[in-house]
């Protein structure tokens, strides 16, 4: 099992930067890739931004490339997503999920992932 804590959402206003973290413990030994999903009220959980174990790969939905970065420290156990010129459209909960398997571009998915975290409200005022 794997335990996620995310943190760092907030209140900000449009063009502004936060930082979430998303802090892994328990079977930590293994390798994860991790992934950071958002859900909006009324509308489906989506794929924001994803991170292979060794951090040499990364994705990123197309409403977020160039915004968000995505980034991981494995000694701390920690994925990090750095997100600037927030936007309104961006306002939802964001969620941390780690994925047993190996990723790609066709896995972007939540069904791909295995474990998540209990999200952190991003909200961004116009």
């Known amino acids: 099992q794997v335990q996620l804590v995310e943190s760092g959402g907030g209140l900000v206003q449009a063009g502004g930067s936060l930082r979430l973290s998303c802090a892994a413990s328990?079977?930590?030994?293994?390798?994860?890739?991790m992934g950071w999903f958002r859900q909006a009220p009324g509308k489906e959980r989506e794929f924001v931004a994803a991170i292979s174990w060794s951090g040499g790969s990364t994705y990123y939905a197309d409403s977020v490339k160039g915004r968000f970065t995505i980034s991981r420290d494995n000694a701390k156990n920690t994925v990090y997503l750095q997100m600037n010129s927030l936007e309104p459209e961006d306002t939802a909960v964001y969620y941390c999920?780690?994925?047993?398997?190996?990723?790609?571009?066709?896995?972007?998915?939540?069904?791909?992932?295995?474990?998540w975290g209990q999200g952190t409200q991003v909200t961004v005022s116009s």
């Open positions: 999920a780690a994925s047993l398997r190996r990723i790609s571009i066709a896995t972007l998915t939540p069904t791909w992932f295995d474990y």
């Open positions: 328990g079977r930590t030994s293994s390798s994860y890739a």
